[in-house]
């Protein structure tokens, strides 16, 4: 698990505007630079290479610049939509993290800028001579980024959107989420049973959304400052109203009352790193959608059951007294394999019991997962599979 510094820095890292700001920074930057640099180089050189040949080139990639980002951006719009509107609006919040399309936005945007800015320098004559030689080699380094970025944006377009890549991706966050989950299932704090006994203060959330995250370390050093005990008693994933109960104090919580509202994020939408159940919910969503009436297409929803299992198999569930204690005056509770269990594969299974090869594909999932490492996830999975059985005839599951 990263340190809560590193885990907003990723986060702050992941937004467009981030990226953006970071290239043109590095733009300016650069023109500095050849200024500065400007001075070494030996008298009689800035005759080889003219003023036009600079100029030519920083006036192509201006006007070039501005129509390419444009046309980006609305073949970035235009595929958030098409996500939100094909497969789930859940799903836009991968896209959203796409760090791809982030950098290659950023890379035109920075030579659009950088552009601007040399022609404007070059027309008040702040560049002159020798200065000329490092930028126009400056400036063919930046065309070099742009034919890579251009390039890049093309492979990745092949995707953007798609069922399969937007699928890999949700499944992806998932399959991480969960197997940080499977190793910490407390996120290495204590785990939580319920309310705890004794003499207790409660602290009520402020806020009404989604846990999104639990900052534990944090947490923890305020708990060891101040000598309390920390009980969080609402799952991540959960949503809370303001005025419930978000926490459990042992001790004088009059101190740290506030560092559990800074490092208990609640937010309008889940969040994936620490909630497996959300990225499963997303491919539920997309194979419940797939067995619409309007759409019909049991294929997607097949894959989705399978993409679940393999989220799901891949990882065990280790026993309690096996697990790392890495905070221990915090309490958080854990996550219900069984619960995750039957509100994915199970909500699939609901919407496509008239479809044998939907049914087909859970049956042969369910009983994968009976020979699971979690007993609770094992139990959960053949109960599942004998009530499936005796709602559907005996012939739809033959050949599965």
Known sequence: MLPTLLRRAHDFSRRLIVRVGLVAFLSVLAIGLAKLFGGFIPF???????????????????????????????????????????????????????????TVLATFVGAYIYSVIVIILRETQVFEGEELVVLFFVTLAVVALIVFAILRWISHLE?????????????DKAATAYAMRCEYPALGANAAKGKPSGDVTEILARNTGYIQQIYQDVLQDAAESEDVKIHIAQPVGSFIHAGEVLAWVEGDADQIEDSIHRNVSIGTLRNYVQDPEFGLLNLTEIGQRALSPGVNDPGTAVDMIRRIARVLV?????PADEQELLYDRLWVQDFDTSVMLRDSIGAVLRCGLDQPEVVNAGLQSLKAMQGHGDATLALEAARMTEKLQQQREPDVFAGG
Do not use: Y
């Open 44 to 102: 009689g050189m800035g005759d080889r290479i003219g003023a036009d040949a600079v100029d030519h080139i920083l006036s192509i990639i201006a006007n070039s610049m501005l129509t390419v980002t444009t046309f980006s951006l609305t073949v970035m719009v235009a595929s958030h939509r098409a996500v939100s509107s094909l497969w789930t609006p859940r799903a836009h919040q991968v896209l959203l993290q796409d760090t791809t399309t982030h």
């Open 159 to 171: 995707l953007l959107g798609s069922l399969i890549e937007t699928a890999q991706r949700i499944e």
């Open 314 to 318: 891949a990882n065990r569930k280790c």
